[in-house]
Nanobody
Framework: QVQLVESGGGLVQPGGSLGLSCAASENIFFLYTMAWYRQTPGKQRDLVALITPGGGTNYADSVKGRFTVSRDNAKNAVYLQMSNLKPEDTAVYYC???????????WGQGTQVTVSS
């Protein structure tokens, strides 16, 4: 059972920056696509960014040019660097690991990001 633990959420002013981290319990990046999702109350969980086992990345249109996903294989960690944050970025952010062949999913517990003045 893979465990994912997010950290780094908090309160930030509009236009500010914030970095999220996701620590995996084991080295899974060569088998799993790692992704960040976000969710607001009453809405579905939406994909924000992902990084594939090969290192390819993809972003939601709403965050392109502002967010960057990366990983550190040695630390079993995935990161989401967010800049030029907007109030509409306010959400609970979740780390996700999806096996590249079986589709098995693992989720972190989520971390709150609030963008407000």
């Amino acid at each position: 059972q893979v465990q994912l633990v997010e950290s780094g959420g908090g309160l930030v002013q509009p236009g500010g920056s914030l970095g999220l981290s996701c620590a995996a319990s084991e080295n899974i990046f060569f088998l799993y696509t790692m992704a960040w999702y976000r969710q607001t109350p009453g809405k579905q969980r939406d994909l924000v960014a992902l990084i594939t086992p090969g290192g390819g990345t993809n972003y939601a249109d709403s965050v392109k040019g502002r967010f960057t996903v990366s990983r550190d294989n040695a630390k079993n960690a995935v990161y989401l660097q967010m800049s030029n944050l907007k109030p509409e970025d306010t959400a609970v952010y979740y780390c996700n690991a999806r096996h590249r062949t079986t589709g098995i999913n693992y989720w972190g517990q989520g971390t709150q990001v609030t963008v407000s003045s």
